[in-house]
Structures are given as C-alpha cells and as structure tokens.
C-alpha cells in the first residue's frame, strides 16, 4: 500500500482518550489488568478443554474457539491502545490502520457466528436430544466453526479494502481509540452515503441475522422448557443455556448499539466508551461467565488442580 499516494495522508492521529489528561495513566493500567485476566481466564478455558476428556463435546469445542478469538480479538485493539495511552503522539500508518481494522472485523464477525454456531447446539440438545448425536457430530462442528472464521475473513478484506479504496484527503484525525470502520469513514472524502449503507447493511447481515437466529433457538428452547414437568427439570434445562445466553446478551447487545446506527446524537466519548466496553470488558467477563456458572468446567479445574497438587 502506498500510504501517501493511495490514501492522500501518510498517517492517522487515534485522539482516543486524550481528552482524560493525567488521568490516562489510571486508564493504562487498568486496560492492562483487564487485558492479563482475559489472557489468562481464556487460556484456562482452552487448557481444560484441550485436556479434561469430560469436557470433549461440541459445546465445549465450539467454546475453546470462542476463547480462542476472544484472546485475538482484544489483542487486535488492546496492545495498541496500550502503547497510545504512553505516547503522546498517537500516530497510526494506513498500512497499520488497514491492519487493524481487517482482523478487528474478522475476529468481530468470526464471534457473532461462532455464539449462533453455539445457540443451534444447545437448540440441538435440547429440542432434539435423540438427534443430538447426528446433528452435531465433529464434521458439523469443524464446518460451523470454519463458516464463522470464513463469514470473518469476507467481511474483513471487504470492509477494509472498500473503506481504503476512497479517497482520504484533508484531516487525519481518528476521534476513536482504534481504526474502526466509522470512525474512518468519516475521514474519506466525497458523498460517505453508500459507505454509510454499505456499513448499515453489513451490520444487518452479520450482527442482526446472527442475533435473530439465536433468538429462534432459545424462543424453541423456552417452549420445550415450558413443556417439562417439573420445575426441577425446568431448571436444569435453563442451567446449561444461561451462560451463553448471557455472553450473547453482552457481545450483541453492545455491538447493536455501536453499528445499528448511522448518524445519532450520541457523542464521540460515548462511542469510545461503548467500544471499550465490547472490546476489553466484554472478552474479560466470559471466562467468569462460563466457569463459575458451570459446573462442568469448575469440576475440571478441580480435577486439575488436584491432579498437579
């Protein structure tokens, strides 16, 4: 990529939190704390699953790749913001921009398939428990997983190489701690409307069609669950569907809020919050989710534990 003459500017200035002053140091390292624990909670994740042969089903399979792209996902954006917060210059090439934001989508998208991929699991446990064995056996599984990697890497080349085939002429400041498609879009030049419907449509498709098909599953779920007998059972159906249902809320309910809109009265600080939220909190809290409301996964930290004592 030939950063002056394909982009018209030879760098972008990220502001992200500059606006916070000395108080930008708090920030630092508390971005840091978050980015070790997401590090090491997901790594746990994908340890036990690799090694406590209970754990050897398609739900804890599909949920080592979840950690697997969380740990890539954050450290797409976390390392660098790091390194920003410290500089006072924050300057970013096209060729990094382009970068970031290829493998920012990537492993965005690759997410929103991969919590569907997991929804029909446990729709397929559930609702057709003596199917199960035949709808999720390893082909199906390795194939969704290898969809939400590929739905991944499409929206990423596409996303990146359409944003970086405009023109990029007069201010090069990103009001953003990352180069995301809005933020950058907004620093082209000429008529931004069909790059405004091309990101409105996108989120449509690999956000909102996601999100609605893991409705269904769990609208299907809640009436086989209404359908037990006991309240027992009820509950012990609900037990094995709400730590995903609760990591589908946070991803999805943060990520509607920050794509399914083109223009609104929210202002840039807001916007950073959000991303934040999604980009560094969110990765953090899954590992907690799945393991202290699970008692598989607690029973196999246990056994290693144990084990290694």
Not at 115 to 142: K, S
Not at 287 to 304: C, D, H, Q, S
Request: aromatic fraction near 12%; proline fraction near 4%; charged fraction near 10%.
């Amino acid at each position: 990529m030939d950063d002056a003459n394909e982009t018209g500017v030879s760098e972008f200035i990220l502001l992200g939190f500059s606006y916070l002053g000395a108080y930008q140091n708090a920030l630092f390292w508390g971005v840091l704390l978050v980015y070790l624990v997401t590090w090491l909670g997901n790594s746990l994740i994908i340890t036990l699953t690799l090694l406590d042969p209970a754990l050897r089903t398609p739900m804890y399979f599909f949920l080592r790749h979840l950690s697997v792209i969380e740990i890539l996902y954050t450290t797409t954006v976390v390392p660098r913001m790091l390194t920003d917060l410290l500089c006072s210059h924050p300057a970013m090439s096209p060729a990094s921009c382009f970068t970031q934001m290829y493998f920012f989508a990537l492993f965005g998208i690759a997410e929103c398939c991969l919590l569907t991929a997991m929804a029909y699991d446990r729709y397929a446990a559930i609702c057709q428990p003596l199917h199960y064995a035949m709808l999720m056996n390893r082909q199906v599984c390795v194939g969704m997983v290898g969809a939400s990697y590929l739905m991944g890497i499409i929206t990423g080349t596409t996303d990146s190489i359409f944003i970086f085939t405009l023109p990029f002429h007069g201010t090069n400041t990103v009001h953003h701690f990352l180069c995301d498609i809005v933020p950058v879009l907004s620093l082209t030049s000429g008529d931004k409307f069909w790059g405004e419907v091309a990101n409105l449509a996108i989120a449509l498709l690999f956000i909102m069609t996601p999100f609605a098909l893991v409705v269904f599953s769990y609208v299907r779920i809640l009436i086989t669950i209404l359908g037990v007998a006991s309240a027992q059972g009820r509950q012990k159906v609900f037990s094995t569907c709400s730590s995903h249902l609760m990591v589908v809320t946070l991803f999805f309910g943060t990520g509607t809020i920050a794509y399914m809109r083109l223009s609104t009265n929210a202002t840039q600080d807001t916007d950073q919050i959000i991303s934040l939220f999604y980009t560094v909190v969110t990765p953090m809290l899954n590992p907690f989710i799945y393991t202290l409301r699970n008692k598989e996964v607690m029973g196999a930290l246990r056994r290693r534990i144990t084990k290694h004592l």
